[in-house]
């Protein structure tokens, strides 16, 4: 059996493992949701998760709304949004009353597409709106688009960091690793909440600020895991061979023992992507990560806040948290039956 078979071989057994990890599977299943929420959002969401309806601020969940869209000449991509009683059709215009019992007429030249069922629509707020009358539902959905883009990237941040760094201590040791080590147990002693939001406070606030914050806290556990890695594989006799072939350091490095270290590097990444939600929560919460009206669960979670202190509308934080919650336990399922799989020790047994 050649090598890439028995790559293919180790594959297939640890894929056969994670599907009979019953906690895998369901981890799994969840994310696989949250990532066709984050993808498909446009065509999933009722509604722009920006767009503010002020009459029908902190409407019940399951309410009923009727409305017309009318051009905006400011923004012609996104038209302006009427919340109405009822309407009629007379002629080329139309007749329409809002909810102050005021009646208007609107030639159809003013409203936003060409037929009824462009510019009127019914919408039905299921989990209510916010105090800017915003659809919570839709926010939810594309809150999951940032939660997701913040986790990817930063963790990818944090590897490519990790990976670098632990491979290059493992390999040279010496002095190079007593530098390298230094740096990380410098960062391991500060408080991994308080690192970001003092990257936060020094790169600004905004997405791409955000996911740089986390992406440059992150790797400390990664050099560790590899470093630990390469220090076993090092002396292998392939890689002495490799010595002996007169190969490259790089080489050596990144196509003979890096592939080594990519089963545990796997597992602390899908535990990273978890943390890094987690933190963009957290950060968005205070107010350093991504700002408004951009969606985030963790701003959801701050605007909710003080309706939960009035003991109303507990929805606006309960619907952001049990998201939240069940994706980040998702990814430490996800986790745990891979890092399960994944070990020999286990996969034996199995």
């Known amino acids: 059996m050649d090598t ?3 790559v293919e071989s180790l594959g297939r057994i640890a894929w056969k493992r994670l599907r009979k990890n019953r906690g895998a599977v369901i981890g799994l299943w969840i994310i696989g949701t949250v990532i066709a929420l984050a993808v498909f959002a446009p065509l999933i969401a009722p ?4 767009t ?7 409407m019940p969940a399951l309410y009923r709304g009727n409305i017309i869209y009318k051009v905006n000449p ?4 996104i038209p302006s949004v009427l919340a109405i009683q009822s309407y009629s059709v007379a002629g080329d215009s139309i007749r329409y009353t809002d909810l102050l019992d005021r009646t ?16 009127h629509a019914t919408p039905l707020f299921v ?13 939810l959905i594309y809150g999951a688009r940032i939660a997701l883009l913040v986790a990817i990237i930063a963790e990818f941040i944090s590897i490519a960091i990790g990976v670098l760094l632990g491979a290059l201590a493992g390999y040279f040791r010496g002095w190079v690793d007593d530098v390298i080590m230094w740096l990380t147990n410098v960062v391991w002693s500060f408080p991994t909440v308080l690192l970001v939001i003092a990257f936060s406070v020094i790169l600004g606030n905004g997405v791409w600020q955000t996911f740089v914050a986390i992406g440059l806290t992150g790797w400390v556990d990664i050099v560790r895991i590899v470093r630990g890695q390469f220090f076993s594989v090092r002396e292998m006799e392939y890689i002495e061979a490799t010595r002996a072939f007169g190969f490259g350091t790089m080489r050596t490095i990144f196509r003979h023992m890096l592939p080594n270290t990519l089963g545990p590097v796997t597992v602390i990444a ?3 992507f978890a943390t890094a939600i987690t933190l963009e929560a957290s950060l968005s919460f205070i107010g350093l990560g991504v700002q408004p009206p951009t969606p985030s669960w963790g701003s959801m979670i701050n605007e909710g806040r003080g309706f939960m202190y009035a003991g109303e509308r507990l929805e606006l934080v309960a619907f952001s948290c049990i998201i939240l919650a069940l994706t980040v336990y998702a990814f430490n399922l996800f986790g745990d039956g891979l890092r399960d799989a994944l070990d020999p020790r286990t996969s034996q047994r199995g």
């Open 4 to 6: 890439q078979e028995q």
């Open 47 to 50: 509604m722009n998760p920006t």
């Open 104 to 119: 208007y007429t609107a030639h159809r030249s003013a409203l936003a597409g060409a037929g009824e069922s462009d510019w």
């Open 52 to 58: 503010q309806i002020l009459e029908y601020a902190s």
């Open 127 to 139: 989990f209510g709106t916010d105090q800017f009358g915003r659809d919570i539902l839709s926010r």
């Open 74 to 77: 400011v923004r012609p991509e």
């Open 270 to 272: 899908t535990a990273g």
